[in-house]
Nanobody, 112 residues
Framework: QVQVVESGGGLVQPGESLRLSCAVS????????MDWYRQAPGKGREFVAG???????IYAVSVKGRFTISRANTENTVYLQMNNLKSEDTAVYYC??????WGPGTQVTVSS
């Protein structure tokens, strides 16, 4: 049974940073594509960042240069480092494992 659990969300001010974590059990993150998505109020879910099994990364244009996706194989965890946060980054952030398994999400609110 595969489980995906996000954590690390919270309320921050514009310009601050947060690091989200995605803890996975049941499959190895190093062998699967791992992605972060987000869904803002009243909007559809959108792709944020992804890391392939080979370690290559890809980012949405809106976060490129500010967000960094990484993984810790021994912890079977994927991270999303978010710097210089903006109000438009406010959303529920979801982790997706292997293009198939979703976590429940973690809320990120950027507000002064």
């Amino acid at each position: 049974q595969v489980q995906v659990v996000e954590s690390g969300g919270g309320l921050v001010q514009p310009g601050e940073s947060l690091r989200l974590s995605c803890a996975v059990s049941g499959i190895a993150v190093r062998l699967n594509a791992m992605d972060w998505y987000r869904q803002a109020p009243g909007k559809g879910r959108e792709f944020v960042a992804g890391i392939s099994s080979s370690g290559s990364t890809i980012y949405a244009v809106s976060v490129k240069g500010r967000f960094t996706i990484s993984r810790a194989n021994t912890e079977n965890t994927v991270y999303l480092q978010m710097n210089n946060l903006k109000s438009e980054d406010t959303a529920v952030y979801y982790c997706n494992a292997a293009k198939r398994y979703w976590g429940p999400g973690t809320q990120v609110t950027v507000s002064s």
